[in-house]
């Protein structure tokens, strides 16, 4: 069974950057469909970036150029790079499968937050 830590998070600054980190047990597979996702309070979750099988990866189209996905295999560790983040950036970030998202079962996330 997976389970998924995230860490990273913080209070930046507009223009700022953040580094989150999603460490991963069980599963080796699990860190190649990772996926990030945020929440705001009142919205509903959405996906921010992920890897796929095909080898693709996604972002949603607001994050395009400023965030960065990547993995390290040996520590089975997901990254998410986030630069010149903006306030509206700010939300709990969670790491997940796309087996998990389709149970609902996800991990504490870490909050991120932009402001001035």
């Known amino acids: 069974q997976v389970q998924l830590v995230e860490s990273g998070g913080g209070l930046v600054q507009p223009g700022g950057s953040l580094r989150l980190s999603c460490a991963a047990s069980?599963?080796?597979?699990?860190?190649?469909?990772m996926g990030w996702y945020r929440q705001t309070p009142g919205k509903q979750r959405e996906l921010v970036a992920q890897?796929?099988?095909?080898?693709?990866?996604y972002y949603k189209d607001s994050v395009k150029g400023r965030f960065t996905i990547s993995r390290d295999n040996a520590k089975k560790t997901v990254y998410l790079q986030l630069n010149n983040l903006k306030p509206e950036d700010t939300a709990v970030y969670y790491c997940?499968?796309?087996?998990?998202?389709?149970?609902?079962?996800w991990g504490q996330g870490t909050q991120v937050t932009v402001s001035s």
């Open positions: 997940n499968t796309p087996q998990r998202v389709g149970v609902d079962s």
């Open positions: 069980g599963s080796m597979f699990s860190i190649y469909v």
């Open positions: 890897f796929s099988t095909g080898g693709n990866i």
